[in-house]
Each structure stands twice: as C-alpha cells, then as structure tokens.
C-alpha cells in the first residue's frame, strides 16, 4: 500500500497525469472506470480562481465517483497560492498539487510551472505557502530541471519534502527536452534510494504500454507511475497495466466496437458537463486518438467532426460499427 497524507493508494498505484484540455471530469471517468488509481484535474492558474475567472472555476469540478482525485495549481505568486489553495479546499478534492512541470512558454514566461525550476528557494516559498494554507494533503509534480546544465532534482526533493509535501511526481526530462528524446529515469532511482527521502515518489514519462510500466517498475524502483500521453484516446492502458503485472499476459487490444463505446461515453459525459453542442465540439480533438491506426477511419472521421447532437453520434457509431463488423477488419 502506498499513503499520501492519509489517502490509501494500492501498491505500486497507476496515476492519471493532468493534461490541458484533456483530462477533464468526462475523460477521467473514463480513465477511472478502466482501472486508474489517482486522477489531477487540468492545471489550474491561482491568479484565475482568485479572480473568479469562469474556466478557472469550471476546473474545480470534480465528483465522487473519480475519488481519491487532486486539483492542481499553478502560479508564481505566495499570496495568490495560498489563497487558491483555500479556495480549492471549499470543493473538498482529496488533495492539492502544485504544477512546476508545465514547460508552455507562456506559463514559464509568468515564472510558474516549469519556470520555478531556475529558483529553487521560491519554489520552496510557494509550497509552503499552499502548505500552510490548507488541511489538504499537498503534492508537486515536477521536471529534473531547467536543462542538462541545471539539474537539480536531487536538492528540489529533499527541500520539498522538509516543505511538507506527502509525495513528488517526477517528469523525467528536462524544461528544455518539453516532451521530445527519451526520458531519463535513473534521476527518478536515485531520489527513491535517497535515505533522507520518506515520501512517495512516482515516475513520469513515456510509460505507453505494459511491458514499459513493468521494465520501469522494476528498474527504476518508484512507488507508481503517472501516465499522460499514453492516456490520451486510450484509457485502456491503466487495466492493461495491471492485468500484466498480475499475469504476465498482453491483453488484446480493445476492439472497433470497444473503441466507438468509449467515444460513445466520452461523448456522453462530455455533453452532461458542457452542454450537448459544446461538449460534441470539445469531442472533436479526441476522435483521432481513440482510432489511432484503425484502417479506413479518414472517411468517418469526416462525418464525426460533422456531429452536433447525440443522437446524431449514435446513428454514426452504429454505422461505422457495421461498417467495419461486415469487413471484418482485424482491429
């Protein structure tokens, strides 16, 4: 078992990442219900909750269903944390994390997310601030650095946790990398097997299938892993994960009609949240994730970029359903 705070996790739990535009209240059921263990709202900017900014708060959403669930913030400001922290906690998620990942230009350019990399004495200032603020469980999830010259996940660490967080999620790569070369994990190991280090510590990074999740967990030593962009159109990777870890089996991958179910939910979910024309519209970014390399998907695609109701998106599944049922495609 794992703890954060007093937030009981499985052992070697399965993390949903927080990803812009992507995991919202309607993708993380879907992530939930196919196994995920711990899901983060979408990044949320502490100046945008103190003003009351309607996206801003539209991210508080969270329900029980998704439990154990964090909210996470942003900002390079003490005060205005402090304060988003307490606003957070009047939605009562399970705890609240602390972006210093996000490599966007134009939140570095604020000096949050990723930008705090380059002062570490201030990132230590805005945790203890959201600390402080809250009876929450306060976590961070952060890169290794600014770039290869300034590696300093090692002091970022140990100065967090004496900060008071209850567990670090590692993104292992630097600001400069953003999402591109190969994630370096051996910093992730020797923070594990640091004696001073108590709390968990979860690995991030180009974890995309089960044989990676159980190459990573055995190499590397973390407590869990947290998934983004093998998320992303395939939800099914949490269970995928540990049906492998528990057999050593590959399960099939998830069929046509396994596929146009979940788009079918999202879709749903999405509508319940946003409202029907909204969410539909929201959906569109999704549809080339969930069928990804499914032959002959151009043409439908089309047509589900064209949908604006839901029971237009059910006759359209039901057709592409038939479609590829009568020619008996592989996927």
Not at 18 to 38: I, N, T
Not at 94 to 116: S, T
Not at 282 to 311: C, D, W
Request: hydrophobic letters at 40%; charged letters at 30%.
């Amino acid at each position: 078992m794992v703890k954060i705070g007093n937030i009981e996790l499985p052992e070697f739990p399965l993390l949903l990442a927080p990803m812009e535009d992507v995991s919202d209240p309607p993708f993380r059921r879907l992530c939930k219900m196919h196994g995920a263990d711990l899901m983060y709202s979408e990044f949320i900017s502490s100046e945008g909750l103190i003003r009351d900014a309607i996206k801003s708060r539209k991210k508080l959403d969270i329900f029980d269903y998704e439990r154990p669930v964090g909210i996470q913030i942003f900002g390079g400001d003490e005060e205005a944390m402090a304060m988003s922290a307490r606003i957070v906690e009047t939605v009562e998620p399970d705890l609240v994390d602390i972006n210093f990942g996000c490599p966007v230009k134009k939140v570095v350019c604020k000096g949050a997310g990723a930008g705090v990399l380059k002062d570490i004495d201030l990132m230590v200032r805005l945790t203890k601030a959201v600390v402080t603020s809250t009876h929450l469980p306060v976590t961070v999830k952060t890169r290794l650095g600014w770039d290869f010259d300034s590696i300093n996940i090692d002091e970022v660490a140990e100065r967090l946790q004496d900060a008071g967080i209850k567990a670090l999620t590692i993104h292992a790569r630097t600001r400069s990398q953003m999402y591109k070369g190969e994630a370096d994990w051996e910093h992730i190991s020797r923070i594990k097997n640091n004696p001073n280090i108590e709390i968990p510590i979860f690995g991030n990074g180009d974890i995309d299938s089960p044989i990676k999740a159980e190459e990573y967990k055995k190499r590397y030593d973390c407590d869990g892993v947290m998934i983004g962009r093998g998320a992303i159109g395939y939800p099914w990777i949490f269970n995928e994960i540990k049906h492998y870890f528990k057999t050593g089996e590959i399960l099939p991958e998830p069929t046509i009609s396994q596929r146009l179910e979940a788009v079918r939910q999202h879709a749903e979910w999405s509508t319940e949240w946003k409202g029907e024309r909204v969410g539909l519209i929201e959906m569109r970014q999704h549809y080339s994730n969930y069928f990804r390399g499914i032959p002959h998907f151009k043409e439908f695609k089309r047509r589900f970029l064209e949908v604006f109701t839901l029971a237009e998106m059910d006759k359209l599944i039901a057709e592409t359903d038939h479609f590829y049922k009568e020619h008996s495609f592989a996927k």
